[in-house]
């Protein structure tokens, strides 16, 4: 509403006109019965028109104004969800956050080529940083791999570098995902134990082992399996969670911690 109230009064003469002009032809058209009938209804037709388009203008503002609070409270609440917080073992809750998500808009994208890209409208002023996980409302979506003032890219999970550390949900088998196929829609499950079943619709999660990703993130669905000439492992294929064609809204996930785990890290090196 608060676009189209800036619109008016930047085109407030034209309105003006037109609100002058239906005005008069009203008017006009009561003084006499017959024209006044064709005239109203010709009015009516333009003024309808007029109407229907700043109704259509005003609808397309509110729907896209709608869709950002969607997103702002969709981010609340994934805030606010058990894995973005740190549990004792006795049950309390640190105030301090584990994980923190932020909503962003896809600017472009692209799904046919070896290294697909997603460029999004939130960059380190927004306090996006590489090395960040994104995720769409159905599961993992990339790894943000560069960042402008402004914007950010991602490197999705349709890229031929992308690996994603998995799990099988129903054993918590780990496994890897990689995309080597030229199918926005199928990835690959590998180095799944050769003892392991895997049947059609099994789900695959994020394992919570990379600082990037929280645990039990949906990545996708078993598709099929296929045997490895390798006896000890075998493969499959996977059906990803995002629709990477219709995808326009993402969350950027910042692992608030991630400085004292890599510091911890560097330790255990030394």
Not at 231 to 252: C, E, H, N, P, W
Request: zero cysteines; glycine letters at 6%.
């Amino acid at each position: 509403m608060q676009n189209l109230l800036l619109f008016i009064r930047k085109h407030w003469f034209v309105v003006l006109f037109l609100l002058l002009e239906t005005g008069s032809l009203i008017l006009v058209a009561n003084s006499y019965s017959y024209h006044g009938s064709i005239a109203f209804n010709t009015v009516n037709d333009f003024s309808g028109g007029i109407f229907s388009t700043f109704s259509n203008v005003s609808d397309y503002l509110n729907l896209k104004e709608a869709n950002e609070q969607l997103l702002e409270k969709n981010a609340v609440l994934l805030n606010e969800q058990q894995s973005s917080l740190l549990i004792t073992d006795t049950g309390f809750t640190y105030k301090d956050t584990l994980y923190k998500y932020i909503p962003a808009h896809v600017v472009s994208l692209s799904v046919n080529h070896p290294s697909n890209y997603i460029m999004i409208n939130k960059g380190f002023l927004h306090g996006i940083k590489k090395e960040m996980g994104v995720i769409s409302n159905n599961g993992v979506a990339g790894i943000v791999i560069g960042v402008s003032k402004h914007y950010s890219l991602v490197m999705p999970l349709l890229h031929h570098n992308a690996r994603i550390s998995g799990r099988i949900k129903k054993n918590n088998i780990l496994v890897n995902i990689v995309w080597d196929t030229d199918d926005y829609r199928f990835g690959n499950i590998q180095d799944v134990p050769s003892h392991v079943e895997l049947y059609p619709g099994d789900t695959i999660v994020t394992s919570g082992k990379s600082m990037i990703f929280p645990e039990g993130i949906i990545i996708g669905y078993v598709e099929s399996s296929t045997e490895n000439s390798n006896m000890d492992f075998k493969k499959g294929i996977l059906r990803f969670a995002t629709d990477f064609k219709s995808l326009q809204d993402v969350y950027v996930i910042e692992n608030l911690m991630k400085e004292e785990q890599q510091n911890l890290l560097k330790q255990a090196d030394e």
